[in-house]
């Protein structure tokens, strides 16, 4: 039986994580009769002391399966640094299993899913450094507008292509000798999202600006500008 590991990488605490929603609605793809499956949250990992126990299940894995959200246009901190310990581990105790599958799934609040590519090939160099084979990733934009309007008529197609995208990795996994993927891209084709969206990010920079004592003019100084 395969092994694969699910990694879930938000660093939220308290809060809903899409991250880990989208992990949770692609396990629930993946035929336990067939794979085995072993889920890592990373914030617990480390705040548990867990990663010793993580890292070795990581080295059994068949297939990885990365999801996180994009943080300044990259991995989150903690995903780094997970990354890069388990990458220190593995080549430490020469424990090194051929063949392995990896696969990235990538949120972020933009509408446009592209915005994600760089993070995608961050997860491919990573998987280059362990002689994995990086698979493809699914880039997904306004992951949270899609897990809180999953309902909504105008998701529709939205989601009936997320779902079909976790179905792909799942029939990847367990395949043989198959040609890598193209990336799959997942957007809202929604208008007003793009909006919304647009609307809500200059409010919170109004509101920021505010609580330090300026205003809304201020934010269009230019105080190093050359003449």
Not at 54 to 64: R, T, V
């Amino acid at each position: 039986m395969k092994n694969v590991v699910l990694v879930s990488a938000s660093p939220k605490i308290n809060e809903q994580s899409v991250s880990k929603e989208f992990l949770e609605m692609l396990g629930s793809q993946i035929n336990a009769q067939l794979l085995s499956k072993t889920f890592i949250d990373v914030r617990k990992s480390f705040s548990s002391y867990n990663l010793t126990e993580d890292f070795e299940n990581l080295a059994k894995a068949d297939a990885i399966i990365i999801s996180f959200p994009l943080y300044y246009f990259c991995l989150p901190g903690m995903l780094t640094r997970f990354l890069v310990d388990y990458h220190n581990y593995y080549t430490a105790s020469g424990k090194v299993k051929k063949h392995v599958k990896v696969y990235a799934m990538v949120n972020c609040g933009f509408p446009e899913p592209e915005i994600n590519l760089e993070a995608v090939r961050v997860i491919k160099s990573f998987s280059q450094h362990l002689n994995a084979e990086f698979r493809f990733g699914v880039l997904i934009g306004g992951g949270p507008m899609m897990i809180a309007a999953k309902e909504a008529p105008f998701m529709k197609k939205a989601v009936q292509k997320l779902n079909s995208a976790f179905t792909s990795i799942a029939a990847d996994i367990q395949a043989e000798n198959s040609t890598p993927m193209d990336a799959i891209y997942i957007g809202v084709n929604y208008p007003l999202l793009r909006r919304i969206y647009y609307f809500m990010g200059g409010r919170g920079w109004i509101t920021l600006a505010r609580k330090n004592g300026l205003k809304k003019k201020d934010l269009y100084k230019k105080p190093y500008r050359l003449n």
